[in-house]
């Protein structure tokens, strides 16, 4: 089957699976999702989700974050983990936000990369849950699933898994795609023993059965 063919029926199959798939960060405006998805890194959703509301209701727009005090966000966003970090990333990204884009989150690429501790992955994920663009959010579960499944040649680097992709999935497909990789990532797939025999996958999976 040749990787257009192959990814249509991937997408067929995982769209009847996971029909509600959609990020499992809690999307609120576009510039707290920036926040939330700077603070996931190394960390789980969950953990984002439970740390957030402090942190949005005593800095209810950028420029209250931009202008906060460095070492109040590094206590709130202390249990994210990479605090420090984080905390100078988040105030310098609202600042940006303010100074150089009227306090809107921009919707390029080229213009979200731009903006401090933004990678492709945050860039991609907003441009697909905020703006409704094409969007290859290439994390660990889609770089992991789209390698053994056969999509990709099984590359780990991001940025040329992201460009293959781009090759055979349609881009209004692309979002919901991503989001179901990550489901079907935590279920079945799992990073260490994928659990073939309850996938649906199994009959055009190039690894399928992996670990027998
Ligand atoms: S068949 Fe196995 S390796 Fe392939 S996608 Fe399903 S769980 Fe993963």
Redesign the pocket.
Same mark, same amino acid.
């Given at each position: 089957m040749r990787k257009k063919e192959l990814a249509c029926e991937v997408i067929r199959l995982l769209q009847k699976e996971y029909p509600d798939s959609v990020c499992t960060l809690d999307t609120g405006d576009a510039w707290q999702l920036l926040v939330s998805v700077r603070l996931a890194a190394q960390c789980t959703d969950k953990r984002v989700n439970e740390t957030v509301p402090e942190l949005f209701k005593k800095y209810p727009s950028p420029r209250a974050l931009a202008d906060a005090d460095i070492r109040d966000i590094e206590k709130i966003v202390h249990p994210c983990g990479l605090y420090k970090t984080k905390a100078r990333d988040i105030k310098a990204c609202m600042n940006m936000l303010c100074e150089r884009f009227g306090g809107r989150v921009p919707d390029t690429m080229e213009e979200l990369l731009s903006l401090p501790g933004v990678g492709r992955k945050s860039a991609n994920l907003i441009l697909g849950d905020i703006f409704g663009k094409e969007s290859y959010v290439c994390d660990t579960h889609c770089i992991r %699933?789209t390698g053994?499944?056969g999509l990709t040649d099984g590359s780990k680097d991001p940025l040329s898994v992201e460009m293959q992709l781009r090759k055979i999935i349609p881009p209004e497909e692309s979002g919901a795609f991503c989001h179901r990789l990550v489901d079907h990532g935590r279920a079945? /797939?799992k990073a260490g023993r994928? %659990? &073939?025999e309850n &996938?649906v996958?199994?009959d055009i /999976?190039k =690894?399928? =059965?992996?670990n027998i």
């Open positions: %699933l053994r499944i079945v /797939c994928p %659990l &073939c &996938c996958l199994s /999976c =690894n399928r =059965n992996l």
